[in-house]
């Protein structure tokens, strides 16, 4: 088991999680890294694992949470050592998996397009083996990327000679330039303190600049029941949540939108100086809150059209990988082939 995993089930454990139920509304035992509440309300028992793990949202923000949280520590040596290994089960990636980022680099491209300058200085923080650089390189953009993992870190230096630094958003120093664009896509969910990392990304951005992030949508209808939570994602937001977390930490809301099944959240902030910083009201409970994973929940999933067009798409998707993986030689081969679609 990896080894967040572990701490989650020992401090689930140590709860005396008989007294909880899922709906119930209790005390946390850490509080709120938002809004530093401790009312809350319990959404799940086990994460996507299916291992023990507390699951908890506020009932002040509506942010959604493990608890109690892991320290910023534990979670950054979780990343270090098992997170590639556990979630996708290898050190470096598969052939499907880079031109599965390349694909994908190439649709965060033509979104985030409008943002860029035709020479721009981009940050990409948590840029694993660094697919979404190499497209940014190739089309002009001078780009660097942070990733805990030194394997994966490795890998995208070899492979596409990027510009990769080994470390965090917590270790990260760039005293000596600024970006004009930040890319935090699937992190922020990974980090139990999510307005000191914001704060501190804000002084890396020029002031014109844009900060783009992406995350999941722990409050989608189209998302199977038992796997909203898992171990890795210590934080979990829906638009209302994401948004107020971007407004008390000193952003303003440039875009806010969901993708085509409401799985993921997109926005683009930015720190002008009309931004109203902490005048953002304070937001309920969300008003279509998370469903627990229960039978009826289950059966609503399974009779939406949509999961069945997803699973379509999907194996579409998965076909295209493998005739990439197959016809390609190399990595950099497989992101080349992505780029055609620009």
Not at 29 to 51: F, M, N, W, Y
Not at 216 to 226: D, G, L, M
Not at 274 to 297: E, I, K, M, Q, Y
Request: hydrophobic letters at 35%.
């Amino acid at each position: 088991m990896p080894i967040l995993s572990r701490y989650l089930s020992a401090q689930f454990a140590s709860s005396n999680p008989q007294r909880y139920q899922v709906g119930t509304s209790t005390r946390a035992h850490t509080c709120c890294p938002v809004c530093l509440e401790s009312a809350c309300q319990i959404t799940a028992k086990k994460g996507r694992e299916g291992t023990p793990m507390m699951t908890v949202a506020c009932t002040s923000c509506g942010l959604f949470r493990v608890d109690p949280l892991p320290s910023t520590r534990e979670v950054e040596q979780f990343h270090e050592l098992d997170y590639r290994s556990s979630y996708k089960g290898v050190r470096t990636p598969k052939r499907k998996h880079i031109y599965r980022s390349g694909m994908l680099a190439v649709q965060r491209f033509r979104h985030l397009a409008k943002y860029l300058g035709q020479h721009s200085a981009v940050l990409d923080i948590g840029c694993a083996s660094g697919e979404w650089l190499y497209i940014l390189g190739k089309k002009g953009h001078s780009a660097v990327g942070i990733e805990v993992d030194r394997s994966y870190a490795e890998f995208g230096r070899n492979e596409y000679s990027v510009d990769i630094r080994s470390g965090s958003v917590n270790t990260f120093e760039c005293s000596d330039r600024k970006f004009e664009c930040i890319t935090l896509f699937h992190v922020l969910e990974h980090l139990p303190d999510p307005l000191a990392a914001l704060a501190r990304i804000s002084g890396w951005l020029k002031h014109e600049g844009h900060l783009a992030i992406e995350v999941p949508n722990v409050n989608s209808p189209y998302q199977h029941p038992v796997k909203r939570f898992h171990s890795a994602h210590v934080v979990g937001y829906t638009p209302e949540s994401l948004s107020y977390v971007a407004q008390k930490s000193g952003w303003r809301i440039v875009e806010l939108s969901l993708d085509a099944h409401e799985r993921n959240i997109f926005a683009v902030l930015d720190k002008r100086s009309d931004a109203n910083c902490g005048t953002h009201d304070r937001l309920s409970f969300p008003r279509s809150p998370v469903v627990p994973s229960t039978v009826s929940a289950t059966v609503h999933y399974y009779m939406r059209p949509s999961t069945y067009i997803r699973s379509f798409e999907r194996l579409k998707q998965f076909g295209a990988e493998f005739r990439a993986a197959k016809k390609e030689k190399t990595p950099r081969e497989l992101l080349n082939s992505s780029l055609r679609n620009l």
